[in-house]
């Protein structure tokens, strides 16, 4: 059994103590130990508000106030728990009595854990969204300079992994782009749906003291407030959903660096990798391995099952707060964790990685032009049906020779169509292809040049909008 005089912030309706593999199970510091910052904060806020209701005088608010400080300054200098620290808020509970004496013990008046543990979650994600969005766009920023300096060179792009159409090195560069430019948007989405108000609700029915849950708000940074209590102490659905953001920046940046890993394979050779971001083999001296891309490869999966575990527990939970949802944090962090380990990684790869221009413009073939043969037909009067079948024919001759389709004669195009005409062999040009497809989002010159100006744009600094008020207040 444990020591029933451990600090705790229940046990009066027990008469034996909690049995040590209870506590084991149930001692959950160790993973939210990290919320001390914000647990600080709304209690604070809390002890203001306690004042305003009239439960605290002006002194006792005050005092409050300075203990709690102390105390974060104390754990920002290092303080660690104590095995009887069942979780951070018990944690700040102890070290707050320490400070202050008995009058700690009225913080805890019309509050639950229940609501207070939603707060410092709420509060912990939105300061996690500000970072993933810092650390999505630096990456974004090494796309876009990639980019730029690939403007001028061609490359195949592939569907099924088989060569397609010639492209713009940086079309493919910027294709990676977007997607973290929508990831970016659900970051700002999360943001917002991490920014309503549980304080006030308590363990389930809502407080019972004449707090301002708006002063609260306001000098919390929320947007607004909870509309029912029930519904504030058990609602994740912001952890689902900052969890399914960092599922798809995963995956995005996994899809980048399977690119980036192929490219820099031998046989393909477009991309060299630096020496920052790579490792070597333990046997093989020339071994040069993206390990860094590798890992964020991996990291994918990580982050889809970090999702999958919240999502399976919330589905099977009654309303109102569960012990359940005390494992919402250890999903939470890692998944953010993982991600803000990986952005920075790969950033780092792309940016030391060298793009082999002459590789990649050698492996486009006239073959890849089959579809520019056919435009030329249909714009000679010809139906695409009746052009497709046409190029299909040549490239089976093409095939059965053992050449591409600019070393066959110019007969054996004519033999195809009647409609082919002296200059067919100009459409066989990767240059002019890339350069017919101009029209918005295309890889035409023009069109990447937009691109690049819109991809810019989208990075350029937005000054900073308050989630609320954020008032800062103080019980003076």
Same mark, same amino acid.
């Given at each position: 059994m444990s020591d029933h005089t451990s600090h705790k912030l229940w046990g %009066?309706?027990?008469?034996t103590p909690s049995a040590a593999a209870l506590e084991s199970l149930n001692r959950s510091i160790g993973t939210d130990y990290r919320l001390w910052p914000f647990d600080i904060s709304l209690s604070q806020a809390w002890a203001v508000a306690l004042w305003g209701a009239g439960v605290l005088t002006l002194e006792e608010s005050k005092r409050i106030e300075r203990g709690l400080g102390v105390v974060g300054q104390k754990l920002a200098a290092g303080?660690?728990? @104590?095995?009887?620290? &069942?979780d951070v808020h018990t944690l700040i509970d102890r070290m707050l009595h320490e400070e202050v004496g008995d009058i700690a013990?009225? @913080?805890?008046?019309?509050?639950?854990?229940?609501?207070?543990?939603? !707060?410092? !979650?709420?509060?912990?994600?939105?300061?996690a969204c500000t970072k993933l969005d810092a650390s999505a766009r630096s990456l974004q920023q090494v796309m876009l300079d990639q980019a730029a300096s690939l403007e001028d060179v061609l490359m195949p792009a592939y569907t099924h992994l088989q060569r397609a159409q010639p492209v713009s090195a940086a079309h493919w560069m910027l294709s990676h782009f977007w997607p973290l430019e929508r990831d970016r948007a659900r970051i700002a989405s999360a943001s917002r749906a991490a920014a309503v108000l549980p304080l006030g609700a308590g363990a389930i029915a809502g407080c019972a003291f004449p707090i301002s849950r708006v002063l609260l708000q306001g000098s919390l940074g929320f947007t607004s407030l909870s509309q029912n209590s029930i519904d504030a102490v058990g609602d994740r659905d912001f952890v689902a959903e900052l969890l399914f953001t960092v599922a798809m920046i995963a995956t995005h940046v996994s899809r980048l660096a399977e690119d980036l890993i192929i490219y820099g394979s031998s046989e393909f050779g477009f991309v060299q990798f630096g020496d920052a971001f790579t490792t070597g083999s333990s046997m093989m001296p020339q071994k040069r391995n993206p390990d860094a891309l590798e890992l964020a490869r991996g990291s994918g999966a990580r982050a889809i099952g970090d999702l999958a575990t919240l999502l399976a527990t919330l589905k099977g939970l009654p309303s109102g707060y569960n012990k359940d949802l005390q494992d919402d944090k250890r999903v939470l962090f890692d %998944?953010?964790?993982?991600? @803000? @380990?990986?952005l920075p990684a790969v950033a780092g790869a792309l940016q030391e990685i060298r793009f082999n221009a002459k590789r990649m413009r050698a492996a486009i073939s006239?073959?890849?032009?089959?579809?520019?043969l056919a435009d030329y037909l249909v714009e000679k009067g010809a139906s695409f049906r009746e052009a497709h079948a046409a190029i299909g024919e040549l490239?089976? &001759?093409? &095939?059965? &020779?053992?050449?591409e389709l600019d070393a066959l004669p110019l007969s054996s195009f004519k033999s195809a169509h009647s409609l082919f005409g002296d200059d067919i062999l100009d459409w066989l040009d990767p240059a002019r292809s890339v350069a017919r497809r101009d029209v918005p989002g295309g890889t035409g010159p023009t069109a990447v040049a937009a691109q690049i100006r819109a991809a810019r744009e989208a990075l350029w600094p937005v000054n900073e909008i308050a989630r609320g008020n954020e008032l800062v207040l103080r019980a003076i």
């Open positions: %009066g309706r027990f008469s303080a660690q728990p @104590l095995t009887s620290d &069942e013990s009225k @913080l805890h008046t019309g509050r639950s854990r229940n609501d207070q543990v939603a !707060t410092a !979650t709420r509060l912990w994600s939105i300061d %998944g953010v964790d993982t991600v @803000l @380990l990986v006239s073959s890849m032009m089959a579809t520019d490239i089976r &001759e093409s &095939e059965q &020779e053992g050449c």
